[in-house]
């Protein structure tokens, strides 16, 4: 009497999307880890901080980088530091929202303008041209020019619309291209021909198959935004002192004592580069691992 063998297969393990984003894209996990350890600055920023940012000390002006001041302090004695430590919360939190408002309202523009096509397609794409034939930081130059500083909760809601209006036509042509071909798929003719309304339509058929390219927008334009803001502060059109923010460490007494006290701009300067730099990385690996065709 024979006995049958049984033959038993091991299922492998699924990984955690995030393992295999960080194995398969070491160079954004970089990215990210650096986007984490600012992210937790700005988080515990009033435990972290050796300093308050804001205190003024004179006897202590430009005093060169110690072990009391690790890198210094500026031309009113204030813990360079601290500041940076502080500024990355002010530059996160612009350069989150201004992001998310212009990627999510260009990709609602997007979607809408692919979805009825015809003269609302072409007087949409006719406003997009207009605001792209603007680079960045004109645009938001222009904008916070005309709306002026109004702080809310700490921070200048008018900046973050100035910052986040350049975005919406970058966004809306990358959205717009995928859901025109959302647009043709079966299930949407059936939904049509079911008498859903558009919104329906639009918002629970057609935004979810665009989530993926908004965002890796969305992540690409923090970056941008952060930028934006650095560079607006710096002209004196943004943050205003004494809000610790990393492009106003960069302006005034800084530019000022440059020779004397070039900490004040090296510290500041290195820190904007690196948040740049670890977005642009992120963003990019994300595009490269979320594109089949890469892939492949």
Known sequence: MSTASTITYKVPRRRHPVWLFMTQQPLGAAGLVIIVVMALCAAFSQWIAPYDPLTVDYAGMLAAPSREHWLGTDSFGRDVLSRIIYGARTALSIGFIASFLGSSI????????????????????????????????????????????????????????????????RVERVVRASALAVRELPYVDAVRAAGFSHTRIIFRHMVPNVVAPYLIMLTAFVAQAILAEASLSFLGLGVTEPTPSWGLMLSGSAADFYQQAPWMIVFPGIATSMRAFAFTLFGDSLRDWRDPKIKL
Do not use: E, R, W
């Not at 645009?139 to 020019?145: D, P």
């Not at 200048?156 to 975005?167: E, G, S, V």
């Open 106 to 169: 260009g990709g609602v523009i997007g979607v809408v303008s692919a979805y009825f096509g015809g003269k609302t397609d072409l007087i949409i794409q006719g406003v997009m041209d207009v605001l792209l034939s603007f680079p960045i930081i004109v645009l938001a130059i222009t904008v916070v020019a005309i709306l002026g500083n109004h702080v809310v909760l700490g921070l200048d809601m008018n900046l973050i619309i100035a910052i986040a209006i350049p975005m919406l036509p």
